[in-house]
């Protein structure tokens, strides 16, 4: 989907014509992938907007910076603080944003000394991410997560999603809108971007981070609703065939949200209609997501933009 351009964009602590967030093509970033990121989205509220699970979302780009010793001049609050002003600047919402942090011009070699850390963020109108509003067409992936001690999958690292891009240039050209990637155990790991959920008997899995999962801030949202819910929840490995007798099985993540899928392997996941846990956790999180249900949980940091579409779960 092209992206549609807003009027700012933050930089280091200014506001910043769109146009004018350039790098030098010898910055570090460009050629070694420093860079760690953020994906949020903001929704649309009876009165005004919200962006989902703010502080949760920005304290993730400070963990995954530190993992990769790279060191972000702002705190928690200010970063936070950030994402609201330039929400607010280009008055767009129901929107996504991309905060990202990178190495920039400095230094050449892999080495990142001497390359300055730079902290971007940009706010954008982006719609549903993966096709399939009946649930999604899926495949498991001939290409495998990272293996553990190569690079840290609990770091949002642009240079991770290297590996996710094969994933799903590999799903689509196959005629499938996203890939299920396997750990290099064989184990069910996640999508290109998204983590997974498979429903058996009326019971939730979804694979443990230490199968080489992001430790996503949506699956954390599912896990908490699901509880709430009183519908039980086991974090364990999950064999690949698990996916084919599954009753239902659904994506989540902050661009896909809670997405059903229909088929996997062109085996159809139950009787490929969405399911009953899929639709009451999809309904469930959209509803608190555009205010149509309290915040119980506390998710929602509130902007003053008022949304240009209709609120709907």
């Known amino acids: ?3 549609q351009t807003t009027s700012k964009i933050w930089h280091n602590g ?87 942090a990178l190495r920039g011009y400095g ?22 991410y ?13 290409w495998n997560r990272l293996a553990p001690n190569t690079m840290p999958s609990l770091a949002k690292a642009g240079a991770n999603y290297m590996n996710s891009q094969l994933i799903r240039m590999e799903a689509e050209i196959n005629g499938y809108q996203e890939g299920i990637a396997l750990d290099v155990n064989g184990l069910v790991s996640e999508g290109s971007g998204e983590n997974i959920f498979i429903v058996r ?13 992001l430790s996503g801030i949506t699956r954390d949202s599912v896990l908490t609703i699901a509880r709430h819910l009183g519908l039980p929840v086991n974090e364990q490995p999950v064999p690949r065939e698990l996916l084919y007798i599954a009753d239902e099985v ?5 661009a896909a949200e809670v997405q059903p899928i229909r088929s996997i392997d062109r ?25 149509l249900k309290p915040d119980r949980f506390g998710w929602l940091t509130p902007v003053k933009v008022t949304a240009r579409e209709s609120v709907s779960a």
Request: charged share 15%; net charge negative.
């Open 267 to 291: 085996i159809l996941v139950g009787d490929g209609n969405i399911g009953p846990i899929t639709r009451q956790i999809g309904d469930e999180f959209m509803s608190i997501a555009n205010g």
């Open 107 to 128: 230094e050449i070699g892999v080495s990142p000394k001497g390359s300055p850390v730079e902290v971007y963020i940009a706010n954008f109108p982006w719609g549903k």
């Open 250 to 254: 659904f994506f989540s993540g902050t």
């Open 14 to 100: 200014s506001l910043i014509p769109w146009e004018q967030a350039n790098l030098h093509v010898m910055s570090h970033v460009i050629h070694y992938g420093s860079s760690v990121f953020e994906g949020i989205r903001c929704y649309g509220q009876p009165e005004g907007s919200a962006v989902f699970r703010l502080p949760e979302h920005m304290q993730r780009l400070l963990d995954s910076a530190k993992i990769y010793r790279m060191e972000i001049p702002y705190n928690l609050e200010e970063l936070c603080a950030a994402v609201v002003d330039v929400i607010e600047a280009n008055g767009v919402t129901p929107c996504y944003i991309r905060p990202i």
């Open 201 to 213: 008997n009326g019971v939730i899995f979804t694979p443990p981070l230490a199968n080489s999962a």
């Open 130 to 142: 993966i096709a399939g509003h009946g649930g999604a067409d899926v495949c498991v992936s001939s």
């Open 1 to 3: 989907m092209p992206i």
